[in-house]
């Protein structure tokens, strides 16, 4: 089983909506979450981290569900500059400084 | 804003050459790392450095990979003989806390092994 999964996509919306993507991880005892961001050809950049008690940022949200283990991220009111690919990441469990990266989800926001 | 440096932006090399690919880090930072990304896959973890040594690494890191902080500003990875499967973009990141564990990354260098 793979340490974090995530559905591909693409997800393909227009401007306005609200999308909503998860991620599974294997190992129970992750204790650091977050989902970045990668434009075509760039670096991951951090969206935001993940906490336990759920977290908002703008229009973005995440939440964690540790009984299911998964992660949640959505995205209100989708911006055609939301159009990215959505990394979620996931540290090892004994490895705290070992991070696990999902294969992404891509996001198309059309007009 | 502070933001992480990587150079070369592409490097191309011979099969069989070693490469330094070179980080300069966050400078109040104190956890550095790097990861490759082969094109069209997901981003995999190759190493993380802390107080001057290998915290954790993965089974990719294997002995033709080195890092090295040879001063107080830059990272490096090495690649004692590269082979074609190395070409990917290598990405360094660093953080500047093990509880925080948010990591920025640099702009990556895509390396192409000929």
């Known amino acids: ?111 | 804003e502070p933001e992480v440096t990587q150079t070369p932006s592409h490097q191309v090399t011979q099969m069989g050459q070693e490469v330094i690919l070179r980080c300069v880090p966050i400078s109040n930072h104190l956890y550095f790392y790097w990861y490759r990304q082969i094109l069209g896959q997901k981003v995999e973890f190759l190493v993380s450095f802390y107080n001057n040594e290998i915290s954790e690494k993965s089974e990719i890191f294997d002995d033709q990979f080195s890092v090295e902080r040879p001063d107080g500003s830059n990272f490096t990875l090495k690649i004692r003989s590269t082979k074609l499967e190395d070409s990917a973009m290598y990405f360094c990141a660093s953080s500047d806390s093990e509880t925080k564990n948010i990591q920025y990354f640099g702009a990556g260098t895509r390396l192409s092994v000929l």
């Open chain 1, 1 to 111: 089983r793979k340490e974090v999964e995530q559905d591909p996509g693409p997800f393909n919306v227009p401007e306005g909506a609200t999308v909503a993507f998860n991620c599974t991880y294997s190992n129970s005892a992750s204790q650091s979450f977050f989902w970045y961001r990668q434009d075509c050809r760039k670096e991951p950049k951090l969206l935001m981290s993940v906490y336990s008690s759920g977290n908002e940022d703008g229009r973005f949200t995440a939440q964690l569900n540790r009984a299911s283990q998964y992660i949640s991220l959505l995205i209100r009111d989708s911006k055609l500059s939301d159009s990215a690919t959505y990394l979620c990441v996931v540290n090892g469990a004994a490895n705290f400084n070992k991070f696990y990266f999902g294969s992404g989800t891509k996001l198309n926001v059309k007009p």
